[in-house]
């Protein structure tokens, strides 16, 4: 038995699809699962929207979430010569012949399908011309000869038993008047010198792979397994595509959502095992198999994914998420200050409570970050006389502590509600807005010990507030 092998073959013609990192992670899974390896494959043969920075993007997007490739990355454009070759062997054994038809009257058969509205197919002009016919004028194209008669049958191992009839599949181009070798031949090819036993991708790739197994059949090439996966949906049930939010890793990432929490989600989102929601790195790879994909389209909610990451930030090693924190600090944020990241670890549990990204830790520490207090104009407005006064008693009473604790300052406060006829947050929210410049926040026992006594003291004094 051949030891597994799956791949993921992105165009780098644009940053990497949320669906694509879903395709990438079930290969890479699934290989894992079995002992076997995966591949990552770029298929750059678009010259004209192929970028170098969308590779790197791809390439950082799948090492940033987790999923890593055996060897190398393979590079399709440098095997361009194969593909040429393999049109050439179609072209010789009968299996594909050339087509002179112009472009205008490609154009004119499409016009034609679309008046009435049936699906274009190439009307097969040239499928059985002598070549003595051709025009001289026209670099032709060379088109495989697909199968007319009957139908074809392909058990995918998601969807089940698919078939078609062969007339609706046209006598597709293999290579173009230029000599570039198209997707359906590059693929082909590049899937069977890559000896792929598992193409596992997106549903909307069934017809492609009609079109490919033909390919297989005519060279005589061992057939891989084929496994479609339904596409992912927005919330309104509308197929996801690039132009919409969040459909890029780097979306996520800027937001402050982690690789874990992120692959957790994209493995539940149409796969399922028993009851289980939470996966570690280990139960994935242990627990995968495609039998547990879904047939029908999943939807991508923004809510589920925050849940997750929630969860991820209350329960993995606190040290572990204090290093993404910083890691995203200095990849989206500004460098924090060595004494100010020491502040932060020694509060970083007060400062993780309710938060549901690594941007509301970031958010929740700016009153440790910033020096000077930068004041919520309506909640200064609240620093009334009987504020300021609460505040300058405190300072009072405050600046005579040598030790900071939660001890310590229970008594002041409680003394300075009884004093001004008022209840704690009648006292902690004008300390909370004199302290980091919002009436929202940590508490206010917390805010004070984890910014320390010389900050608190200056802060109390500000003019704004004092």
Known sequence: MKKVATRFAPSPTGPLHIGGVRTALFNWLYSKNQNGEFYLRIEDTDKERSKVEYTHQIIKSLKWIGINYNGEEYIQSKKIKDHIKVANELLNNGNAYKCYCSSEEIEDQKKRARQKKIPYVYNRKWRDKNENEAPKDIKPVIRFKSKINGTSTLKDLVQGKIEIENKNIEDFVILRNDGTPTYNLSASVDDHQMNMTHIIRGDDHKINTFKQIQIYEAMKWELPSFAHIPLIHTIDGKKLSKRDKASTLDDYSKIGIMPDALRNYLLRLGWSYKDKEIFSLEESIKYFNIEGIGKSPSKLDMSRILSLNEHYIKNINEKDLFDQFINYCQLFKNEIQIDKKEKIQKSFSILKNKAKTLEDIFNNCQYIVEDEVKFNKEDLALIDDKAK?????????????????????????????????????????????ALTGSKFGPGIYDIIISLGKDDVEKRLTNKAVS
């Open 389 to 433: 006064k609460i505040i300058s008693d405190f300072y009072e009473k405050f600046k005579k502590l040598d030790e900071l604790n939660r001890e310590n300052l229970e008594p002041i406060i409680q003394k300075l509600i009884q004093t001004n006829k008022t209840n704690f947050k009648g006292v902690g929210q004008p300390l909370r807005i």
